[in-house]
């Protein structure tokens, strides 16, 4: 009778761990396409990583290639200055000696209207010639 009991036992947890491992396969089988799914997630967030990295490369040399611009930019404007500010005192230059010439050529307008002498310039035509 002990003997029965024990083999009762015994099928009783043979058909329990039949189906325990047909439940466990069961799990298994229904986690493949979510370990699928995350080897796929995982695969895409190193693509992106790396892609990240790329840009990231791409972004640091334009910005290089920027600060190498701005600096040659700089050097050209520095070397430049000299050169506007000699321009700009020509310009005033010009401009006072056409001013100066413009008085003196109507002074000596006057002059000779007032003295009843006649103008003797020739081909000069006027004192506008230092026109901006």
């Known amino acids: 009778k002990n003997v029965d009991g024990i083999l009762g036992q015994q099928r009783g947890i043979k058909e ?3 189906v325990q491992e047909a ?3 069961e799990v298994s089988a229904n986690m493949l396409p979510f370990k699928e799914n995350e080897q796929k997630y995982h695969n895409l967030h190193i693509e992106a990583a ?3 990295n790329e840009l990231d490369e791409t972004v640091r040399g334009l910005e290089h ?3 190498d611009t701005r600096n040659a930019r700089r050097e050209i404007e520095f ?4 050169l506007l500010e000699h321009e700009i005192r020509l310009r005033e230059q010009r401009f006072n000696l056409g001013e100066r010439d413009d008085t003196h ?3 000596t307008t006057k002059f000779m209207t007032i003295t ?4 003797t310039r020739g081909g000069i035509v006027g004192p506008k010639m230092y026109q901006r």
């Open 23 to 25: 439940a466990v396969a």
């Open 16 to 18: 329990a761990i039949k």
């Open 79 to 82: 070397d430049e200055q000299p």
């Open 65 to 67: 290639d920027l600060e």
């Open 50 to 52: 790396r892609a990240l």
């Open 116 to 119: 009843g002498r006649s103008d």
């Open 105 to 107: 050529w109507d002074e």
